[in-house]
Nanobody, 131 residues
C-alpha cells in the first residue's frame, strides 16, 4: 500500500507561485509513476502533470497543455517526495490538487493522463487563485 500526503496549497493572487509537495511512503516509490491531478468545483478530475517511470531512476514528464511552460513537476526519490512548482497562476488553476501513484503501463497520452492508470491517491490540497 502506498500512502500519499499532499501539502503546500493555499490562497494566492493571480501571477503568484506555489509549490505543492507529495510525501509518499517509501515502499517502491522510485518504481512508480507519480502525477498530479486537480478537480475544480462541479468539474471532473483532470490530469495536470506526471513523471512516468521508464526504467531505473529514469522518468518522462508530461503536462496538460494549459499548464505547459508554467508548471514544473519533479521528484526526489531520496526523500520519497513529488513536487509541483506552479508559476504564473491563473484563476482557472483554482482546484483541489491530488497526488497520484501507479504503474502506468501505457506511454500514450490517454494512458498517462487517465486517472484509472493510478492506483493510489492522496487526500488533496486546495489551491485558490484570487483575481
Amino acid at each position: 500500500q502506498v500512502q500519499l500526503v499532499e501539502s503546500g496549497g493555499g490562497l494566492v493572487q493571480v501571477g503568484d507561485s506555489l509549490r505543492l509537495s507529495c510525501a509518499a511512503s517509501p515502499r517502491a516509490f522510485s518504481s512508480y509513476s507519480m502525477g498530479w491531478f486537480r478537480q475544480a468545483p462541479g468539474k471532473e478530475r483532470e490530469f495536470v502533470a506526471t513523471t512516468r517511470w521508464v526504467e531505473n531512476n529514469i522518468y518522462n514528464a508530461y503536462y496538460q497543455d494549459s499548464v505547459k511552460g508554467r508548471f514544473i513537476i519533479s521528484r526526489d526519490n531520496a526523500k520519497n517526495t513529488l513536487y509541483l512548482q506552479m508559476n504564473s497562476l491563473k484563476p482557472e488553476d483554482t482546484a483541489v490538487y491530488y497526488c497520484a501513484a501507479g504503474i502506468v503501463q501505457r506511454a500514450d497520452y490517454s494512458g498517462i493522463s487517465g486517472p484509472r492508470s493510478y492506483a493510489y491517491w492522496g487526500q488533496g490540497t486546495q489551491v485558490t487563485v484570487s483575481s
